[in-house]
DNA sequence: GGCCTTACTGAAAACGTTTTTCAGTAACTC
DNA sequence: GAGTTACTGAAAAACGTTTTCAGTAAGGCC
């Protein structure tokens, strides 16, 4: 079963258990520590890797519930993916509502912010130019993290 | 060998062609095939439906070979992904630059703009707050274009 | 608490996509 | 035209993800 020691992410976990209980799901230990090994985790992880920190929680969890609880908890907007150069590099907790990654290319860690830049001049300019129109967007940073500048 | 009628995308074709050339690859019948299928299309293609295109040109090609094209394009600056919310649905001619797509959600046509969007005011808040130096951004767009407007 | 329903689980198999291997071919250089 | 070597396509291998299925346990109910 396993014991869950408060922690500063304790309180994401419990949001994240709820918020699945709340859509129906049930709370089995492969979810608690599948949703633990994720809040718990400082960079994206694939589903391969989250598997393995799940492990530690909970040694006889399959690969196959990593990948199901990463589709319910993407299904409820808990998670985003993170895209890298070649591909996507994995999922992050992101909470409910609109958030954007800023991923640092050093550590690896992202970092999470709400969605408060202004897109409203190139969606007017698209919209004059083009006649498209705009309803949403994917918009992710790269760069450096303070720590990783100060490391140069 | 075929013949290769000059159209609208001709020029593109060239270019493309042109590029590969001045990176040391080799203009072969494959990659002839492969760059025509990719700048005639009007929407982003995965690796299966560029190869089904590249055949109408070239029957003998190869779906390697469309990976490996895809790969030089790629790291050219050529062509770029375009996302959707499963994940990668296709390549997209851009050409060289900084350029952005916007996605329409119901034909799947894909529209290359210049990134001359103004995030200037969200990396100096990020700069700030989390003294993350961005360098740079993934934006993609989606909504619907001018034609499915008005097919509503 | 115990019972019942049924969502959930993990192992295995199946699947689709991408990469590697390799011997033959042909593009470019001289 | 000859020589070098990058490129090709078929096949096999590797990879990541999804499906299948019989056993298990979560949550609702009394
Ligand atoms: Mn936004
Ligand atoms: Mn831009
Ligand atoms: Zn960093
Ligand atoms: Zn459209």
Known sequence: MGRWLPNREGLKMDFLLQELRRAGYRITDARRAIVQALVNASRPLNPQ??????????????????????EALLELGMVQKVHGEQ???GYVYTGRGHRHV???RACGRAFIFEGQEDLSSLEQSLERTLHFRVEGHLLQLTGLCAECQART
Do not use: D, I, K
């Open 102 to 104: 800023a991923w640092c």
């Open 49 to 70: 890797e989250l598997y393995e920190a799940a492990r530690v929680q909970h040694p006889r969890v399959g690969l196959v519930t990593v990948y199901r609880t990463l």
């Open 87 to 89: 591909g996507c590099v």
